[in-house]
């Protein structure tokens, strides 16, 4: 299973990006979907999470300004991000609760991560 985060970029304070999270593999059944983030110098914090029938969860410092979703068809998550601040800088990591089938047709569960994509807010 892989998962391949995409649209982060430099963006001004006040601004907007989406981030899109796409899962790929032998998948079965995705569970709880992630965002996580983590600026220079700090440890990694959980952001936002939607369960497999949308229900969301946010960190409090990006309530009222950040959405997240998911495409349960297409096993992507996204999210909205509004009303950018700089303080908002960081790398996005999407990480997912996968159930998935091996090159053996087993079941494998696993926690997956993707890659990483950098969001960065200027001043």
């Known amino acids: 299973v892989q998962l391949q985060a995409s649209g982060g970029g430099l963006v001004q304070a006040g601004g907007s990006l989406r981030l899109s999270c796409a899962a790929s593999?032998?998948?079965?059944?995705?569970?709880?979907m992630n965002w996580y983030r983590q600026a220079p110098g700090k440890e990694r914090e959980l952001v936002a999470t939607?369960?497999?029938?949308?229900?969301?969860n946010y960190a409090d410092s990006v309530k009222g300004r950040f959405t997240i979703s998911r495409d349960n068809a297409k096993n992507t998550a996204y999210m909205q991000m509004n009303s950018l601040k700089p303080e908002d800088t960081a790398v996005y990591y999407c990480?997912?609760?996968?159930?998935?089938?091996?090159?053996?047709?087993?079941?494998?569960?696993?926690?997956?991560w993707g890659q990483g994509t950098l969001v960065t807010v200027s001043s």
């Open positions: 990480n997912a609760d996968v159930l998935s089938l091996s090159y053996a047709d087993e079941y494998v569960a696993q926690k997956a």
């Open positions: 593999g032998r998948i079965v059944r995705i569970d709880d």
């Open positions: 939607i369960t497999a029938s949308g229900s969301t």
